[in-house]
C-alpha cells in the first residue's frame, strides 16, 4: 500500500461513544482524521442500557451538542421513549433522557461517520503504538499495519484486558460478543505508571413476548416530549412507546441471597471495584437488607426486536439464579432470558496522570478518553471523547489545548475531577458535583458554549446561524419585556391576583419584573394577551428562568469571580514548596506530586485543605 494513505494528523483508536466524538470532532475541525476500531457493525454500540441522558449525564449531553457534537441528534433520531427528570424541581436539576432503539441509535452514528469529510473508517484491532523521541507517532494494527499520526487518541472501553463473569465461570471478553484487547493492555501497562481494574456489569435481556405485559404497571413517555438537541424537534423522533414497571420481592431476594456462595462479586473471584451508583443486585441485597422491594423498569431495547432491558437487576450470578429470581417477579413468571447478565473487569489507567487536555503526561500527542479513564456511562465517554478529539486536532498543528473550566460546563467539571482528584470506583456524573450548577442547565449549554465551539471550527454554518437566531429573539424579547408597563388600574381583580399576587403594588411593573416574582410566567402573560403568538417556546424559556434566577444567578457569578482570582495565581512548574510555612510534610509531598499550575488546581487535590489554600496564597503574596 502507498504509505500516504497511512499518514493522518489524528487517528483515534475505538468506535464506541468516545471514539466516534474524538474522530467527528477533530475532523469537523478539518483535521485529515482516522477512525480504526475492531469492529464496523460495533459503532456507536450501546453496551449496556438503551438509554441516553438523565441527572447529569443529559446535561453532558446538551453540551456535546452545543459544540456541535453527536449524541443529542442521535438520541432524537433513536429515541423511542422521553422524559423530563426532576420536571417539577427547579431548571439546574432538570434533565432530559431518551429510551433510545438501539438498532437506529447505531446506524445514525454510523451513517453521520461515514458521510463525514476528512473521516476515514478503518476495521482492525489495534495492537501497538509507535512510539518516537518522547511521543506517539501512530498506530500498529493486528495485521502489521502501520497508521503514522501525532496525535492519538485511545478510546478502548471496557476491551483492556476485559475479562466476564457469570457465576463463578470467567472467560475473556471486551463485552458480550466482542474479542478482548489484550496485546494492546500489555504494551500501555508498560508504558503507563498507574493502572488498576474496575468493574461493571449489565442485567440478563429479557423476550417481551413472555412477560405478562397486562399485570404491570405502564410508565408513558412524557407530555409535552422534550427534545435533546438544539436543532432537533420532535418530528426527528421515531414512533414513541411506553416502559413498564415491576419490582423485586423478598422471594427475589431469598433466591438471590441463595447464589452469593457462587457469585464472582462476594467469593473474591472478582477484584475491580464496581459502580457504586449504579450497583448489581446481589449488592443492593446485600447492601440494604432492611428493603424488601426495588422498583424494576422493563424498558425496550427497540421498535424491531422483541428484547427487553430490565434496569435494575444488573448481575452476575449464576444462570441458573438469575432464571429462577427473574420469575419471581411480577409480570415475569414466564419470561424467557435471551442474553445471560454479567460483570466485566477491564483495566484502567489513572486520570491524575493526564493533562486537562486529556493528553497523557507519560507520551505526547497520546490522549486518553471514555471508560479507559475510570469512567462509566455513554455520556461521560462522549464528553471526554469530543475533548480529546479537539486537543488531539489543535495538537497535530502545535497549537494550544483547550480546557474548559469547572464554571462554563460539566465537561469541565468532570475533567477537573478526574485529573485532580482520580477515581477509584467508575466515576459518574451527578449535578451535585458542579459548584455552580445553576449557571450550569441544560437549558443554556448553547449560551454557554455554542460561540466557544464556533472559535474552535467545531459548530457549522446551520447551527451557528440557529444560534445567532436565538440569541437574537432572546435579547429582544427581554427588551420588549422591559419597556412593557403593567399598571394595576389596567387590570380586572383575577388579573391584579395572577400578576401581583397577595399583595398588589400601586406603582405597576414591566413584563421582566413580572417574571421575576413567584407568580410570573409566560403562562400569566399568555393569559393576559401580553406573550407574541409566535415566541419560540425555548426562547420563552430562557427568558423566564434568567429572570426568574436572576439574583441567585448574579451570586453564583460573583463567587465564581472571587474564585477566578485563585485561578489567575499561577504555581511555577518548579515553585518550591519545601519553602511554603505552614505545610505538613503529607500536604506537601502530595503538592509536589501533583504539580499544579495554579492555586486553584491545587485546592481541588483530594487533602488538600482550604487552610492549605490559604497558606499558599499568603506565600505567593510576600513573594510577589
Ligand atoms: P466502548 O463503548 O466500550 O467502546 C470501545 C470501542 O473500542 C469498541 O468499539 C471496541 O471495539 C473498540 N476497541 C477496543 N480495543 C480496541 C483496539 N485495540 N483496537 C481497535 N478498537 C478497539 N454504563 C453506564 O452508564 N451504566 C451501566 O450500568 C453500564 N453497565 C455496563 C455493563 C457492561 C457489561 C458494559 C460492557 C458496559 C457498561 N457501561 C455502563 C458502560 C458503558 O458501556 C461505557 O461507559 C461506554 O460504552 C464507554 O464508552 P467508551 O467509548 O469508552 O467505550
Redesign the pocket.
Known amino acids: 500500500m502507498n504509505s500516504e494513505l497511512h499518514q493522518y494528523e489524528v487517528i483515534v483508536?475505538?468506535?464506541?461513544?468516545?471514539?466516534t466524538e474524538a474522530a467527528l470532532a477533530a475532523a469537523r475541525m478539518g483535521r485529515r482524521t482516522l477512525l480504526?476500531?475492531?469492529?464496523i457493525e460495533?459503532l456507536g454500540?450501546m453496551?449496556?442500557?438503551p438509554a441516553i441522558g438523565g441527572i447529569g449525564k443529559g446535561h453532558l449531553v446538551r453540551e456535546i451538542d452545543a459544540l456541535g457534537g453527536l449524541m443529542a441528534r442521535g438520541a432524537d433520531h433513536a429515541g423511542i421513549q422521553f422524559r423530563t427528570l426532576n420536571g417539577s424541581k427547579g431548571p439546574a436539576v432538570r434533565a432530559t433522557r431518551a429510551q433510545a432503539d438501539r438498532i437506529l441509535y447505531k446506524a445514525f452514528v454510523r451513517s453521520a461517520l461515514e458521510n463525514q469529510p476528512n473521516l476515514d473508517l478503518f476495521q482492525q484491532?489495534?495492537?501497538d503504538l509507535i512510539v518516537e523521541g518522547g511521543g506517539v507517532a501512530g498506530v500498529v494494527t493486528r495485521m502489521g499495519l502501520r497508521f503514522s499520526a501525532p496525535a492519538v487518541v485511545l478510546?478502548?472501553?471496557?476491551?483492556l484486558g476485559g475479562r466476564i463473569h457469570i457465576g463463578l465461570s470467567n472467560y475473556q471478553g471486551?463485552?458480550a460478543g466482542?474479542a478482548p484487547?489484550n496485546a494492546?493492555s500489555a504494551r500501555l501497562r508498560e508504558l503507563m505508571p498507574r493502572t488498576g481494574r474496575l468493574k461493571?456489569?449489565?442485567p440478563p435481556r429479557l423476550d417481551g413476548r413472555t412477560i405478562d405485559w397486562a399485570a404491570l404497571q405502564e410508565q408513558p413517555g412524557d407530555d409535552p416530549r422534550p427534545v435533546f438537541s438544539f436543532l432537533g424537534s420532535q418530528a426527528d423522533h421515531p414512533r414513541q412507546v411506553p416502559c413498564h414497571i415491576t419490582h423485586t420481592n423478598e422471594q427475589t431476594h431469598e433466591i438471590i441471597r441463595s447464589g452469593f456462595d457462587r457469585s464472582p462479586m462476594f467469593t473474591g473471584v472478582i477484584e475491580g471495584v464496581g459502580?457504586r451508583y449504579?450497583p448489581s443486585v446481589e449488592d443492593k441485597v446485600n447492601r440494604f437488607r432492611d428493603k424488601t422491594s426495588h422498583q424494576i423498569f422493563l424498558e425496550p431495547e427497540g421498535l424491531t426486536t422483541h428484547e427487553i432491558y430490565p434496569n435494575g437487576i444488573?448481575t452476575s450470578l449464576p444462570y441458573d439464579v438469575q432464571e429462577r429470581f427473574v420469575r419471581s417477579m411480577k409480570g415475569l413468571e414466564q419470561a424467557r432470558i435471551v442474553r445471560p447478565g454479567?460483570a466485566?473487569e477491564y483495566d484502567y489507567f489513572d486520570p491524575r496522570d493526564l493533562h486537562r487536555s486529556l493528553e497523557t503526561m507519560t507520551l505526547s500527542g497520546l490522549f486518553f478518553a471514555?471508560?479507559?479513564n475510570g469512567?462509566?456511562?455513554?455520556e461521560?465517554?462522549a464528553a471526554q471523547?469530543l475533548l480529546a478529539g479537539i486537543n488531539a486536532a489543535r495538537h497535530a498543528r502545535g497549537e494550544p489545548a483547550w480546557v474548559p473550566q469547572r464554571h462554563e460546563s460539566y465537561i469541565g467539571v468532570l475533567v477537573d475531577d478526574l485529573v485532580s482528584r482520580g477515581t477509584t470506583e467508575p466515576y459518574?456524573m451527578f449535578t451535585s458535583r458542579a459548584e455552580h450548577r445553576l449557571l450550569l442547565r441544560e437549558d443554556n449549554a448553547d449560551l454557554r458554549l455554542t460561540p466557544q465551539g464556533r472559535e474552535l471550527g467545531l459548530v457549522d454554518e446551520a447551527r451557528w446561524a440557529a444560534f445567532e437566531r436565538k440569541r437574537e429573539a432572546i435579547a429582544a424579547e427581554r427588551g420588549r419585556l422591559q419597556e412593557l408597563w403593567l399598571k394595576p388600574a389596567q387590570l380586572s381583580q383575577p388579573e391584579m391576583v395572577a400578576v401581583f399576587g397577595a399583595a398588589p403594588v400601586s406603582s405597576g411593573l414591566s413584563g421582566l419584573d413580572l417574571l421575576r416574582r413567584p407568580e410570573g410566567s409566560y403562562a400569566v402573560l399568555k393569559d393576559l394577551g401580553l406573550a407574541p403568538a409566535d415566541l419560540d417556546a425555548a426562547v420563552a424559556e430562557q427568558v423566564e428562568i434568567q429572570c426568574k434566577y436572576a439574583g441567585y444567578i448574579e451570586r453564583q457569578q460573583l463567587e465564581i469571580d472571587r474564585a477566578r482570582r485563585y485561578e489567575e495565581a499561577p504555581l511555577p512548574p518548579d515553585f518550591d514548596y519545601r519553602a511554603v510555612a505552614g505545610l505538613s510534610n503529607e500536604v506537601r509531598q502530595k503538592l509536589i506530586d501533583h504539580r499544579p499550575d495554579t492555586v486553584a488546581q491545587a485546592g481541588r487535590i483530594s487533602g488538600i485543605t482550604p487552610a492549605a489554600v490559604s497558606l499558599l496564597l499568603i506565600h505567593l503574596k510576600k513573594a510577589g
Open positions: 483508536i475505538g468506535g464506541g461513544h468516545a471514539g480504526v476500531t475492531q469492529s460495533t454500540q453496551s449496556c442500557n484491532e489495534v495492537e478510546t478502548t472501553g471496557t476491551f471486551g463485552r466482542d484487547s494492546l461493571t456489569g449489565t459502580p449504579c444488573s454479567y466485566i471514555g471508560q479507559i469512567t462509566t456511562g455513554y461521560e465517554a471523547g459518574r
